[in-house]
């Protein structure tokens, strides 16, 4: 058995393919014993991936697209999210709007664990001929202390994770009015990357440990995975609705969240490009320079 440690960004519900491949058995069926960290700050998977306290560090794409070129040298390696698993959660709108609708409008936008909630939100408004500038962004603060702050009156709307928004409908605090889910398109939201001069290294343990998490994507959309679904969310989030919990991995899973490994070149390159649009990156990488031209992931 070889040991592969993870450092992640959050415990994330988006990440449960990584959780359900733990408490099934599936990494240890591929010869693995994998131990993962959250760090908060998020920057400190940085930090391990530097010190080797981490093999891999779990976390969105633009943090290699930012880094591309630069003396910081990382390489990505597998893909978590296939899709961007937020919502836009509005006070006042009583159903779907369009994202022309947060014109002239006060939103919040969580930024304290990584810039793509506002970041890929703006990209779409560009996408769609809109003006970003054209709506007052709160930004750069946690979810926990923007929510607190939606939930004492501040603002028209609040860019959410889905069991977030859930939590909020339920409280009679809103609706929601915008899926990235359904109207984002494909976007490799959550992804693994190591030190580029690990890879070689790490090549073998990491073929196993995507393949590992397709099996666990597949099992989780197929429904196969419910009793270990059910123990994780028991487990991780103990004092969240386990209601809302199952409702929010449901949507992932129909929504395209985890059918894949395998990153999208396209979708990568929309993401970078967007990127480049908000001078988030020095150019717009592509794909094979953020993977160092290897193959990544494993089908599911």
Request: proline share 4%; glycine share 12%; with cysteine.
């Amino acid at each position: 058995m070889e040991t592969l440690n993870i450092s992640a960004t959050a415990n994330g519900l988006n990440y449960l393919p990584e959780y359900v491949a733990g408490v099934g058995g599936i990494f240890a069926a591929h010869g693995l014993q994998v131990t993962a960290t959250a760090c908060d700050p998020w920057t400190g998977v940085l930090d391990d991936l530097d010190s080797g306290a981490a093999d891999l560090a779990l976390g969105g794409l633009w943090v290699p697209g930012m880094y591309a070129g630069m003396d910081r040298r990382v390489t990505v390696v597998g893909q978590l999210n296939h899709r961007f698993p937020m919502t836009i959660v509005a006070r006042n709108a009583t159903g779907p709007v369009g994202l022309d609708w947060l014109a002239g409008r006060v939103v919040l936008a969580p930024g304290a664990g990584g810039s793509a909630p506002y970041e890929f939100t703006a990209g779409l408004i560009r996408e769609s001929g809109l003006d970003p500038a054209a709506t007052r962004w709160v930004r750069d603060l946690s979810t926990a202390m923007l929510t607190e702050l939606y939930r004492g009156g501040l603002g028209d709307a609040i860019i959410l994770d889905l069991l977030s928004a859930k939590e909020l409908v339920a409280a009679g605090q809103g609706t929601i009015v915008f899926s990235h889910l359904e109207a984002g398109g494909v976007m490799p939201n959550s992804v693994y990357y190591c030190r580029t001069d690990r890879a070689a290294e790490l090549g073998d343990r990491i073929e196993r440990f995507t393949s590992a998490i397709a099996e666990a994507m597949d099992r989780i959309v197929s429904g196969a995975a419910a009793t270990d679904i059910d123990a994780v969310l028991a487990a991780r989030w103990p004092d969240r609705d386990p209601v809302l919990l199952r409702q929010a991995v449901a949507e992932m899973a129909r929504g395209g969240v985890w059918d894949t490994t395998e990153i999208d070149p396209d979708a990568s390159d929309r993401w970078m490009r967007i990127l480049a649009d908000a001078g988030l990156v020095t150019r717009a990488p592509s794909l094979k320079e953020l993977t160092g031209g290897r193959m990544v992931g494993a089908a599911s």
